[in-house]
Structure formats: C-alpha cells, structure tokens
C-alpha cells in the first residue's frame, strides 16, 4: 500500500536560513512524487515534480529511492515562502491518483 | 490558465440535510476529484470520475456520492450531512494521462 510521511506538522525558520521540508513514502512499484503548496487565501497548486527535476522558486526535491524519500529544500528561506507544503505520491500504474502526506505548515520568522 | 471553480466557498448546513457541492472545470479535462481537506490529515481521495457518468471510490467513500452528467461539471452530494463532514473541500480536475492536477478554491461546510 502506499504512504506519504510528513513527520512536521509546523516548521519554523528564520529569513535567510536554509529551510528542508521531509516527506518519506512508501511504495512498492516506482512513484512519481510532487510537493504541492497552498499559500494563505490561495488555492492548491504544484510547486514541482521529481521527474523533472527542476528549482522553483529556489526550492529542489530530489528522490532517494535507497531512503524512499522526497525532501523539499530551499537554502535561503524567504518570508513568502510561508504556506502549508503538501507531499504527494502518484503510481505509475493503475488509477494513477496522488496521495498526499498530513501536510507541513512553514513558517519564515522575518 | 486552467479555471477550476466551487459553486460556494462557505456553506453552513444542518445534520440531516442533503448537500451539493458543484465543481466545473474549464479546460475540458477528462478526470476529477473530490477531496476533503483537515488538519493534521491532509487530504482525502473521497471520490474520482475517469470521464462522464464515470465514477469510482477513493479512500473514504462513507458518506458520499458523486455525480458526474457533464464533462465539465463533478458534484459532491451528501445524502444526509453529519458533523463529522463539516471540512473543507477540494475539487481538482486533471486531463487524462498527465500528473499534474488543478484545484479549486474549496468549499468549507459547516455541518451544525
């Protein structure tokens, strides 16, 4: 079965330190795995996807298949990255849906 | 740009009545879905639809129906609301064979 781990419920950091959201899974085929992020008054959107392994917004993921994790990190945290980080796992196979992670509410201290 | 829009952003209603919650879509999408959103949860798959008149279970069922007429439109209906529904909800609409899914604004229902 799988499962999406996000073991901070909040996190709190200071502008301008690094900042590293975890998320940990569990899946028995390959994932596909997403950090979605939902800012005050703001809808639910995709901040970025392993598969293209890209920075947005500074932020970067990358998937460690030996720790099955997909941390989120940002080496200088900013006051607008304050939101609630959503990990998500999609299989490759089947209904193909996203299963999210409880959610990690950052918050950059000014 | 991708428009996924609920038919209410507050809804207040009382235990026993029946409840619809409207989704619509823009982007002429194949898949959406119903999530329910809670602290220290997360969300929660309640109910997805392939395509028209298509539906099928997700992770709590318990409570819900869907229906889905049109390709642009998903209902939530909860035949008979309880407290426990009070929540936010989620809609998300998805075209068929690409990862990323669009959200709605959500619509928090209070179930008195």
């Known amino acids: 079965a799988q499962r999406v781990t996000q073991p901070e419920k909040l996190l709190s950091v200071f502008k301008g330190a690094p900042v590293e959201l975890k998320c940990n899974y569990s899946?028995?085929?390959?994932?596909?795995l997403f950090w979605y992020v939902q800012y005050s008054r703001q809808r639910l959107q995709l901040l970025l996807r392993h598969i293209s392994r890209e920075s947005i917004k500074g932020f970067t993921a990358d998937l460690n298949k030996g720790e099955t994790s997909f941390h989120l990190k940002k080496p200088f945290a900013q006051e607008e990255d304050s939101a609630m980080y959503y990990c998500a796992l999609s299989g490759l196979s089947g209904a193909n849906n996203l299963f999210f992670g409880t959610g990690t509410r950052l918050t950059v201290i000014p | 740009d991708v428009k996924v829009t609920q038919s209410s952003r507050y809804l207040v209603k009382r235990t026993g009545e029946k409840v619809f919650l409207e989704c619509v879509q823009d982007m002429d999408h194949e898949n959406m879905f119903w999530y329910r959103q809670d602290p220290g949860l997360g969300l929660r798959l309640i109910y997805f639809?392939?395509?028209?008149?298509?539906?099928e279970k997700g992770d709590i069922p318990e409570g819900y129906s869907v229906s889905r007429e049109k390709k642009e439109r998903f209902s939530l209906i909860l035949e008979s609301a309880s407290t426990n529904q009070t929540s936010m909800y989620l809609c998300?609409?998805?075209?068929?064979?690409?990862?990323?899914?669009?959200f709605g604004p959500g619509t928090r229902l209070t179930v008195l």
């Open positions: 639809s392939y395509d028209v008149k298509m539906k």
């Open positions: 899946y028995s085929g390959s994932p596909e």
């Open positions: 998300a609409s998805r075209r068929q064979g690409q990862d990323t899914q669009y």
